[in-house]
């Protein structure tokens, strides 16, 4: 089983929100990662977390917080966005932590609307 | 230089050609490389690994030249299924995207 879930699959905010986008697999991956992607881009890595620890943050804004809570779920909380927060954010895991030639699966993501 | 260039296309082709799309990398040490296909609105899934021996799967083939730093992607017979932006990815400590080259194959 190759599957990554997403929730919410849609998520409309207003900047004074805080929200939280959720991310589960159960295929034993070591290595999880968020991403956002904008229309007609590549995604663009935020995180990367490594054996539950935080191991890159690729100068992602505070208003994004990420969390791993245990080895199968990997949050990211939301607070005091932007409109052009606007996107498809995207989760992801691989076998082990990068460096590797693993391939990484993606969940289906959360379109995500700041107003 | 780009880390990692794709053409972006759009490549429209009729049903049943052969394409073929190129990817270069300018880090000379990486060592994983992968071909995803993206559908609009959907998640990146994973084509198929490149490997340094080359591997088929199918209509598909991807080639890895590491003396010019490319990868390739071919597909024979294509479909109208084949429809989709083709991401180039590209690893050495992290993963790198390339941009997509865009398909549209045309009845």
């Known amino acids: 089983d190759t599957e990554v879930t997403q929730t919410p699959k849609h998520l409309v905010m207003g900047m004074t929100n805080k929200k939280s986008l959720k991310c589960e697999q159960h295929m034993g991956h070591r290595a999880m990662y968020w991403y956002k992607q904008k229309a007609k881009k590549p995604p663009e890595l935020m995180f990367v977390?490594?054996?539950?620890?935080?191991?890159i943050n690729e100068s992602v804004p505070s208003r994004f917080s990420p969390e791993c809570p245990n080895s199968s779920l990997l949050n990211l909380h939301l607070h005091a966005l932007q409109p052009e927060d606007s996107a498809l954010y995207l989760c992801a895991s691989s076998q082990d932590p990068p460096g590797g030639p693993y391939e990484q699966y993606f969940g289906p993501g959360t379109r995500l609307t700041v107003t | 230089r780009k880390e990692v260039e794709q053409d972006p296309g759009p490549f429209n082709v009729p049903e049943g050609a052969t394409v073929a799309f190129n990817c270069t990398y300018s880090?000379?040490?990486?060592?994983?490389f992968f071909w995803y296909r993206q559908d609009c609105r959907k998640e990146p899934k994973l084509l198929m690994s490149?490997?340094?021996s080359g591997n088929e799967d199918g209509r598909f083939t991807a080639q890895l030249n590491r003396a010019s730093q490319y990868i390739s992607l071919l597909i024979r017979d294509s479909k109208l299924s084949d429809s989709a932006t083709y991401l180039c990815v590209v690893g050495y400590q992290k993963v790198t995207f390339g941009t997509g080259t865009k398909l549209q194959v045309i009845p």
């Open positions: 490149v490997y340094s």
């Open positions: 880090n000379s040490a990486s060592q994983s």
């Open positions: 977390y490594s054996y539950e620890k935080l191991s």
